[in-house]
């Protein structure tokens, strides 16, 4: 399958930030195919771990969760770090056909996603500056 093979040509960078009380390992998708690889297929992500996603254009960016395994929390965050907009445990999709895309209520030039419950115990939420994780 074409995202199996992705993942062997393509290498995540991580980097570690610390928010609030939290240290967090963040995988980097900084270009289109890691963009559209994401999380896809693996098997899980731990509390202290999440992909950000880093766009050249501020813009409304959709995710869905075709081939997903687990829920996640997904923030949409602006240019300044503030965060615009969030859903909370988005569940897998089982098809194709039947996998929406979520899109965020305003314009964004980042993306964090993270395990299902993470954005409440980390205090995430609409407004909350998240200029630490964006480095």
């Given at each position: 399958?074409?995202?199996?093979?992705?993942?062997?040509?393509?290498?995540?960078?991580?980097?570690?930030?610390?928010?609030?009380?939290?240290?967090?390992?963040?995988?980097?998708?900084?270009?289109?195919?890691?963009?559209?690889?994401?999380?896809?297929?693996?098997?899980?992500?731990?509390?202290?771990?999440?992909?950000?996603?880093?766009?050249?254009?501020?813009?409304?960016?959709?995710?869905?969760?075709?081939?997903?395994?687990?829920?996640?929390?997904?923030?949409?965050?602006?240019?300044?770090?503030?965060?615009v907009d969030l859903i909370a445990n988005i569940k897998p999709c089982k098809g194709m056909l039947s996998c929406p895309?979520?899109?965020?209520?305003?314009?964004?030039?980042?993306?964090?996603?993270?395990?299902?419950?993470?954005?409440?115990?980390?205090?995430?939420?609409?407004?909350?500056?998240?200029?630490?994780?964006?480095?």
């Open positions: 399958m074409l995202t199996r093979l992705l993942y062997k040509i393509l290498t995540f960078k991580t980097k570690v930030v610390r928010f609030r009380d939290a240290k967090l390992e963040l995988f980097l998708a900084d270009s289109l195919p890691k963009q559209i690889l994401g999380l896809m297929h693996r098997s899980s992500l731990a509390q202290t771990q999440g992909m950000l996603f880093t766009f050249s254009s501020n813009a409304r960016h959709g995710i869905w969760m075709y081939h997903m395994n687990f829920a996640i929390d997904c923030i949409w965050i602006g240019e300044r770090g503030d965060v895309t979520y899109y965020p209520s305003a314009n964004a030039k980042y993306v964090l996603e993270l395990k299902a419950g993470a954005a409440k115990r980390l205090g995430i939420r609409s407004g909350t500056n998240l200029s630490p994780v964006l480095g």
